[in-house]
Protein backbone atom coordinates (compact mmCIF):
# COMPACT_ATOMS: atom_id res chain seq x y z
CA UNK A 1 0.00 0.00 0.00
CA UNK A 2 1.29 3.33 -1.44
CA UNK A 3 2.31 6.28 1.18
CA UNK A 4 -0.43 9.44 1.57
CA UNK A 5 -0.89 11.44 -1.14
CA UNK A 6 0.05 15.36 -1.43
CA UNK A 7 -2.14 17.72 -0.01
CA UNK A 8 -5.26 19.15 -2.11
CA UNK A 9 -5.56 15.37 -3.87
CA UNK A 10 -9.31 15.00 -2.82
CA UNK A 11 -12.53 17.11 -3.66
CA UNK A 12 -12.92 19.94 -1.36
CA UNK A 13 -16.80 19.32 -1.13
CA UNK A 14 -16.22 16.09 0.95
CA UNK A 15 -16.00 18.14 4.33
CA UNK A 16 -19.01 20.12 3.33
CA UNK A 17 -20.97 17.18 2.82
CA UNK A 18 -19.69 15.42 5.92
CA UNK A 19 -20.49 18.59 8.20
CA UNK A 20 -24.41 18.26 6.35
CA UNK A 21 -24.94 14.74 7.63
CA UNK A 22 -24.08 15.47 11.36
CA UNK A 23 -26.68 14.73 13.95
CA UNK A 24 -24.96 17.81 15.79
CA UNK A 25 -23.43 20.51 13.99
CA UNK A 26 -20.03 22.50 14.82
CA UNK A 27 -21.74 25.74 15.40
CA UNK A 28 -24.26 24.74 18.13
CA UNK A 29 -20.96 23.48 20.35
CA UNK A 30 -18.75 25.91 19.63
CA UNK A 31 -20.60 28.14 22.10
CA UNK A 32 -20.17 25.26 24.92
CA UNK A 33 -17.87 26.92 27.80
CA UNK A 34 -16.83 23.34 28.91
CA UNK A 35 -15.25 22.89 25.79
CA UNK A 36 -14.20 26.13 24.56
CA UNK A 37 -13.58 29.36 26.90
CA UNK A 38 -12.02 32.88 24.91
CA UNK A 39 -11.83 31.07 21.75
CA UNK A 40 -9.79 28.41 23.20
CA UNK A 41 -9.85 24.54 24.13
CA UNK A 42 -10.67 24.97 27.27
CA UNK A 43 -8.23 21.84 28.44
CA UNK A 44 -5.45 23.07 26.34
CA UNK A 45 -5.85 26.84 26.82
CA UNK A 46 -2.46 28.25 24.37
CA UNK A 47 -0.87 25.29 24.93
CA UNK A 48 2.72 27.02 25.67
CA UNK A 49 4.51 26.07 23.03
CA UNK A 50 3.94 22.01 23.78
CA UNK A 51 2.16 20.07 21.33
CA UNK A 52 -0.73 17.40 21.65
CA UNK A 53 0.23 13.95 22.88
CA UNK A 54 -1.92 10.67 22.15
CA UNK A 55 -3.45 11.29 26.15
CA UNK A 56 -4.64 14.91 24.92
CA UNK A 57 -6.02 13.69 22.34
CA UNK A 58 -8.14 11.30 23.73
CA UNK A 59 -9.24 14.00 26.57
CA UNK A 60 -9.87 16.59 23.44
CA UNK A 61 -12.29 13.83 21.63
CA UNK A 62 -14.02 12.36 24.97
CA UNK A 63 -14.45 16.34 25.56
CA UNK A 64 -15.80 16.99 21.91
CA UNK A 65 -18.63 14.27 22.52
CA UNK A 66 -19.84 15.07 26.20
CA UNK A 67 -19.95 18.64 24.44
CA UNK A 68 -22.36 17.29 21.66
CA UNK A 69 -24.37 15.00 24.61
CA UNK A 70 -25.27 18.31 26.06
CA UNK A 71 -25.85 20.01 22.99
CA UNK A 72 -28.35 17.49 21.68
CA UNK A 73 -30.15 17.68 25.37
CA UNK A 74 -30.42 21.12 25.30
CA UNK A 75 -32.81 20.85 21.77
CA UNK A 76 -34.63 17.44 23.30
CA UNK A 77 -32.78 15.16 20.58
CA UNK A 78 -31.20 11.77 21.20
CA UNK A 79 -28.36 11.11 20.17
CA UNK A 80 -26.71 8.02 19.75
CA UNK A 81 -23.35 7.54 21.24
CA UNK A 82 -21.53 4.33 20.75
CA UNK A 83 -18.11 5.10 20.07
CA UNK A 84 -14.65 6.56 21.88
CA UNK A 85 -11.37 7.22 20.95
CA UNK A 86 -8.79 5.08 23.40
CA UNK A 87 -5.42 4.86 23.64
CA UNK A 88 -6.16 2.00 25.87
CA UNK A 89 -5.25 -0.36 22.74
CA UNK A 90 -3.21 -2.91 23.54
CA UNK A 91 -2.70 -5.52 20.02
CA UNK A 92 0.33 -4.67 18.07
CA UNK A 93 0.83 -4.45 14.39
CA UNK A 94 3.49 -7.64 12.88
CA UNK A 95 5.74 -5.72 11.07
CA UNK A 96 7.62 -8.65 9.84
CA UNK A 97 8.31 -12.14 10.97
CA UNK A 98 10.71 -10.67 14.05
CA UNK A 99 9.25 -7.57 14.79
CA UNK A 100 6.22 -5.95 15.87
CA UNK A 101 4.93 -2.24 16.84
CA UNK A 102 2.36 -0.61 18.84
CA UNK A 103 0.35 1.70 17.39
CA UNK A 104 1.76 5.41 18.64
CA UNK A 105 -1.71 7.09 19.13
CA UNK A 106 -5.22 5.99 19.57
CA UNK A 107 -8.37 3.56 17.79
CA UNK A 108 -11.88 4.24 17.39
CA UNK A 109 -14.08 1.82 19.00
CA UNK A 110 -17.21 0.69 19.81
CA UNK A 111 -18.16 0.58 23.62
CA UNK A 112 -18.67 -3.33 23.56
CA UNK A 113 -15.57 -3.80 22.42
CA UNK A 114 -13.05 -1.96 24.02
CA UNK A 115 -11.41 -4.11 27.04
CA UNK A 116 -10.89 -7.12 24.62
CA UNK A 117 -10.57 -5.31 21.89
CA UNK A 118 -8.03 -6.60 18.51
CA UNK A 119 -8.14 -5.30 14.77
CA UNK A 120 -11.02 -6.85 13.94
CA UNK A 121 -12.86 -4.36 16.12
CA UNK A 122 -11.01 -0.75 14.90
CA UNK A 123 -12.91 1.14 13.68
CA UNK A 124 -10.43 3.99 12.85
CA UNK A 125 -7.03 4.99 13.65
CA UNK A 126 -5.31 8.09 14.87
CA UNK A 127 -1.33 8.14 14.73
CA UNK A 128 0.05 11.21 16.99
CA UNK A 129 3.52 12.24 16.30
CA UNK A 130 6.34 15.12 16.75
CA UNK A 131 7.69 16.25 13.81
CA UNK A 132 10.89 17.17 15.77
CA UNK A 133 11.26 13.83 17.80
CA UNK A 134 13.20 12.09 15.28
CA UNK A 135 11.01 8.94 14.77
CA UNK A 136 10.21 9.50 11.54
CA UNK A 137 11.27 11.18 8.92
CA UNK A 138 7.39 11.09 7.23
CA UNK A 139 5.07 11.68 10.69
CA UNK A 140 2.39 9.66 8.41
CA UNK A 141 4.45 6.76 7.53
CA UNK A 142 2.71 4.62 9.94
CA UNK A 143 -0.69 5.18 8.14
CA UNK A 144 -0.57 2.34 5.42
CA UNK A 145 0.74 0.06 7.53
CA UNK A 146 -1.88 0.36 9.83
CA UNK A 147 -4.79 1.05 6.87
CA UNK A 148 -3.26 -2.76 5.89
CA UNK A 149 -3.41 -4.35 9.06
CA UNK A 150 -6.69 -3.36 9.25
CA UNK A 151 -7.89 -4.65 5.92
CA UNK A 152 -6.46 -8.07 6.77
CA UNK A 153 -7.87 -8.24 9.90
CA UNK A 154 -11.31 -7.18 8.25
CA UNK A 155 -11.76 -8.79 5.18
CA UNK A 156 -15.82 -7.63 4.54
CA UNK A 157 -13.60 -3.87 5.40
CA UNK A 158 -13.80 -1.45 2.06
CA UNK A 159 -12.93 1.66 3.48
CA UNK A 160 -10.62 3.42 6.53
CA UNK A 161 -10.57 6.56 7.82
CA UNK A 162 -7.23 7.41 9.50
CA UNK A 163 -5.89 10.63 11.55
CA UNK A 164 -3.00 12.18 11.68
CA UNK A 165 -1.91 14.60 14.08
CA UNK A 166 1.43 15.94 14.10
CA UNK A 167 2.45 18.49 16.69
CA UNK A 168 -0.77 20.76 16.39
CA UNK A 169 -1.97 19.81 13.26
CA UNK A 170 -4.47 17.40 12.22
CA UNK A 171 -4.60 15.87 8.78
CA UNK A 172 -7.64 13.22 7.73
CA UNK A 173 -7.35 9.87 5.56
CA UNK A 174 -9.56 7.78 3.47
CA UNK A 175 -8.07 4.77 2.78
CA UNK A 176 -9.37 1.86 0.32
CA UNK A 177 -7.71 -1.14 -0.86
CA UNK A 178 -5.94 0.19 -3.64
CA UNK A 179 -4.80 3.19 -1.36
CA UNK A 180 -5.11 6.11 0.27
CA UNK A 181 -7.57 9.31 -0.76
CA UNK A 182 -6.65 12.41 1.18
CA UNK A 183 -9.67 14.25 2.29
CA UNK A 184 -9.01 17.14 4.55
CA UNK A 185 -5.85 18.95 4.59
CA UNK A 186 -4.07 19.88 7.57
CA UNK A 187 -5.79 21.78 9.82
CA UNK A 188 -4.17 23.73 13.00
CA UNK A 189 -6.30 22.68 16.04
CA UNK A 190 -6.14 25.81 17.96
CA UNK A 191 -6.71 27.70 14.88
CA UNK A 192 -9.20 26.08 13.20
CA UNK A 193 -11.73 24.28 15.50
CA UNK A 194 -14.46 24.39 13.40
CA UNK A 195 -12.70 21.83 10.61
CA UNK A 196 -11.60 19.78 13.83
CA UNK A 197 -14.65 19.55 15.03
CA UNK A 198 -16.15 18.31 11.56
CA UNK A 199 -13.63 15.56 11.48
CA UNK A 200 -14.29 13.89 15.22
CA UNK A 201 -18.05 14.37 15.11
CA UNK A 202 -18.25 12.78 12.39
CA UNK A 203 -16.01 9.96 13.35
CA UNK A 204 -18.44 9.71 16.20
CA UNK A 205 -21.42 10.05 15.18
CA UNK A 206 -21.86 8.76 11.21
Not at 46 to 65: C, K, P, Q, S, Y
Not at 126 to 146: R, T
Not at 183 to 204: K, Q, W
Request: glycine fraction near 6%; aromatic fraction near 8%; proline fraction near 7%.
Amino acid sequence: MSSPPPKGFINPLIPGLIESLLPIKPQQIMQDTVLRDDDEWTRFPGRGGLHFNAFDMEVLTFAIANAAERAAESMSHSLRRGRQWTTGFRDKIATNASEEVKLPGLVLLEYIHQREATWKDVLSIMVVVDEEDGHDSKPGALLPQCAEHIFKAQPGRRFVPAFLVAEDNLSVYIFDRTGPIEYMDAVNIHEEPEDVLVAFLGSLFL
